[in-house]
């Protein structure tokens, strides 16, 4: 997914506001759909803006994982409006349980549609696409590793296409930086 396709998605005017803000969380926090789903409100630190994921797919220890400001100032509106407790799920259905994995996919597939992207993406697209842009935009490697919670950076170069535009601008970077143009 491009950064185009991303902002033409959670500026779409017709996608419900929990919905864009699923999407919005599982982007910038890089979140796996399984984490997302586990999230309750006791795990949210609005003060050190952060959320704690307890289940994570590679390990038993909880994760600190960062949340950019916009998105902690949507996130912490979404808990006043809805007068969240702080043992609620973040996100749940009409019965009060947590929304499913499939309930996730399903709103993606309405939010791209709703949006006009002809693309097929997936929660793991939103997760893949935001590592692509912060090592676009010259993010170390180390730290992306980090914020995907990967326990190998093998992990994190295994499965990341580093865009031909990221190599060519820390190529030219280097290059500058070493007068070798």
């Not at 185009?4 to 506001?17: D, M, S, T, V």
């Not at 599982?26 to 704690?52: F, H, P, Q």
């Not at 929304?99 to 997760?127: N, V, W, Y």
Request: some cysteine.
């Amino acid at each position: 997914m491009t950064k185009e396709e991303y902002f033409k998605l959670i500026n779409h005017p017709e996608i419900p506001r929990r919905d864009d803000l699923i999407i919005q969380l599982l982007y910038s926090c890089a979140l796996r759909v399984s984490e997302l789903c586990t999230i309750r409100v006791k795990d949210i630190d609005i003060s050190n803006a952060t959320i704690t994921i307890w289940e994570s797919k590679r390990s038993s220890e909880p994760a600190l994982v960062p949340v950019p400001a916009p998105v902690l100032k949507l996130l912490n509106q979404w808990i006043k409006d809805n007068q969240l407790t702080k043992t609620r799920y973040l996100f749940s259905s009409r019965t009060s349980r947590r929304l499913s994995r499939t309930q996730i996919h399903r709103l993606i597939k309405e939010a791209t549609e709703q949006a006009g992207i002809d693309k097929e993406l997936s929660s793991h697209s939103f997760r893949r696409s935001r590592a692509t842009h912060l090592l676009d935009a010259g993010l170390p490697i180390e730290q992306v590793s980090k914020l995907l919670r990967h326990k190998y950076i093998t992990s994190t170069m295994h499965y990341l296409r580093i865009s031909i535009k990221g190599l060519q601008k820390s190529i030219n970077e280097i290059d500058l930086k070493n007068n070798l143009r």
